[in-house]
């Protein structure tokens, strides 16, 4: 095989191409900045002593006005028996409509640090061609989110936050791992050697609970132009959550040209790889196609 | 293939076998991190909470493990538990023998609460209980060994309050007195001073979470002296004064012990003065020295 038509099998490679790098690289390089800006404005405060944000993923107060609180902890905190105080409840309304305007699993591909680590562990995967994958549903993330919940009403505590490696890994860096590394290890191991996208893509009930959020959540990826896909599967090879993009791209049982499925992460990595610009960020109201010449229209319901 | 196994059938079969795979993998997870978690459900006697933190089951529900009250303490005592220690993952607590609680009037950890973990009720420092001090080892402690160490009486904040010396005979020497540290749980704060200041090699007082540190007597016992307190007298029966058989010219006072008699002007009898008769209309054959 060449080196030649072995980059050209890299996804992205015709967009590279059509595009340039930067164009081809676009949101990814959005996503890193996001994820890690947002790990070094926690950071800068212990670091430098930069109080710009105090707190972690669970709760913080940015500028000691703006509180942002995960509601799923609080969700298990209710369950456990416990009616937060204002500060946090107001926190959990700000963090829920932001991810109800910008979708809900925006937060694991945006935020969340873990995604830094799976994401090494799949660039890995790829470059060191593990090809076999261990075969869980993807559904399994929503039984786990049960069991959390469950097991908090059950006990009258948090207890995943016990054993949460996402919660782990950002308190991890802000107050001190301990031996949380290894668990973080482990995650990074699982994904790399034991099942593709595993961690985040299958068991997180982290992103489970975002998801929740995101099947009614205003951003989605549009497909204006998806009869314009030349089926080359690079969106498929890096799309973290594959199945949500055929519903839309097929015009699968009359679906609107957008990705409505509560699992897209919105992470933008499609519209990078296309070469022939058929995804775009859009909101879920906005039904229009461009034909080619690019004229807009909308299609029959 | 079997004649059942219709395709409908073979669905609801493959769903079931799904469901129940996905139930039983998935419980089991729970199972372990319940387990788990019932561990980390009594505190380990050095982790002491910040102050206002609710009992430890109402904390493990309220506690969202943001670390904010570890930002705002101005002295970093705290710490958040990493996962190898002994208590719930990411909950704050701090050290006494390394870094006690400095007591700060306004209590800025409690404030930077969010959920309410650390109650917000709490505005005076002094009515905190983050866990209860025991002078846990007599035989090394220096005032039990007789000699006025008293740091711990002097460090604390809630100074003879939450720790009283109380004077004993030192029986060794027959001639001094031992000022023994007493720990009052109506007052200590848990703040932990005390055992940070103790000088002896490992401290002889040390502060533990209030489930370990403080009993409880039943709900049925009844302090005599308490009662008749309450009663304004005797329950059971008139107090009579006590008779003591004294050496001659020897008198004898409670917390005073043996004193010479002063002496009597002449003509005035050297008997005790009879008790005052109590203002409670007992026949007098009940009353005084009669009993």
């Not at chain 1, 107060?61 to 799923?72: A, K, Q, S, V």
């Not at chain 1, 090809?131 to 989110?145: D, E, M, N, P």
């Not at chain 2, 404030?111 to 709490?122: M, Q, R």
């Not at chain 2, 009662?227 to 107090?239: I, M, N, Q, W, Y």
């Amino acid at each position: 095989m060449s080196a030649n038509s072995k980059q050209l099998l890299q996804p992205g490679a015709e967009a590279v191409i059509t595009k340039g790098w930067l164009g081809a690289h676009r949101w990814l390089i959005l996503r890193r900045s996001s994820q890690i800006g947002i790990l070094l404005l926690f950071l800068v405060g212990p670091w430098f002593g930069w109080w710009i944000v105090k707190g972690n993923l669970s709760f913080s107060h940015t500028l000691n006005i703006l509180p942002l609180t995960d509601p799923y902890i609080i969700l298990q905190s209710l369950l456990a028996g416990h009616v937060s105080d204002k500060m946090a409840l107001t926190g959990v309304l700000i963090v829920t409509v932001f991810y109800l305007l910008v979708g809900g699993r925006s937060f694991c591909s945006w935020v969340c640090p873990v995604n830094l680590l799976t994401d090494a562990a799949y660039w890995l995967r790829v470059r060191l061609g593990i090809k076999g994958s261990a075969h869980i549903s993807r559904q399994t993330r929503y039984w786990i989110l049960g069991m959390t919940l469950v097991a908090a009403a059950v006990t009258g505590s948090i207890v995943w936050e016990m054993v949460n490696p996402v919660s782990m890994m950002h308190r991890g860096l802000f107050f001190g791992f301990g031996l949380a590394w290894a668990v973080l290890l482990a995650v990074w191991l699982f994904d790399l050697f034991v099942m593709r996208h595993g961690w985040c893509g299958h068991l997180c009930p982290v992103g489970a609970f975002y998801s929740l959020i995101g099947k009614w959540s205003l951003t989605r990826i549009r497909l204006p132009l998806r009869t314009a896909c030349n089926d080359c599967m690079d969106c498929f090879a890096v799309c973290p959550e594959p199945q949500v993009i055929r519903p839309a791209l097929k015009a699968i049982g009359g679906t609107p040209p957008l990705i409505l499925e509560a699992n897209c992460t919105n992470c933008g990595r499609c519209i990078d790889v296309c070469s022939k610009d058929v995804f775009v960020f859009g909101t879920r109201f906005n039904h229009s196609v461009a034909t080619v010449a690019g004229v807009s229209q909308v299609t029959p319901k | 293939m079997d004649n059942e196994n219709t395709p409908s059938t073979a669905a609801r079969r493959q769903f079931f076998a799904d469901t129940a795979r996905m139930a039983c993998g998935v419980g089991l997870l729970g199972l372990g991190v319940g387990l788990y978690a019932r561990h980390a459900r009594a505190l380990p006697p050095a982790a002491i909470r910040p102050p206002g933190a609710l009992a430890e089951a109402d904390f493990s529900a309220a506690c969202i493990r943001c670390g904010m009250c570890v930002r705002d303490c101005p002295f970093n005592i705290l710490h958040l538990a990493k996962p190898e220690e002994p208590l719930s993952t990411g909950t704050p607590y701090f050290v006494a023998r390394q870094l006690p609680c400095e007591m700060c009037e306004d209590i800025p950890c409690v404030k930077a609460c969010p959920t309410g973990a650390l109650d917000h009720s709490l505005k005076d420092i002094n009515k905190a209980k983050m866990g209860l001090a025991v002078l846990v080892d007599h035989e090394t402690c220096l005032n039990f060994l007789g000699l006025r160490c008293d740091i711990c009486y002097r460090v604390c904040p809630v100074i003879d309050k939450a720790i009283t010396l109380d004077p004993q005979t030192n029986t060794r020497t027959g001639k001094h007195t031992l000022f023994i540290p007493v720990v009052h749980s109506d007052q200590c704060t848990g703040c932990g001073k005390c055992e940070k200041a103790c000088p002896t090699e490992v401290a002889s007082i040390k502060v533990f979470p209030l489930t370990m540190a403080k009993g409880q007597l039943s709900a049925h016992y009844r302090l005599g002296w308490v009662e008749k307190e309450k009663a304004g007298g005797s329950l059971v029966a008139p107090d009579a004064a006590h008779q003591y058989n004294m050496p001659e010219g020897m008198k004898y006072e409670h917390g005073k012990g043996l004193s010479p008699m002063p002496v009597q002007p002449p003509g005035v009898s050297a008997a005790p003065a009879p008790a005052p008769a109590p203002a409670n209309g007992l026949p007098k054959a009940l009353q005084g020295n009669k009993l």
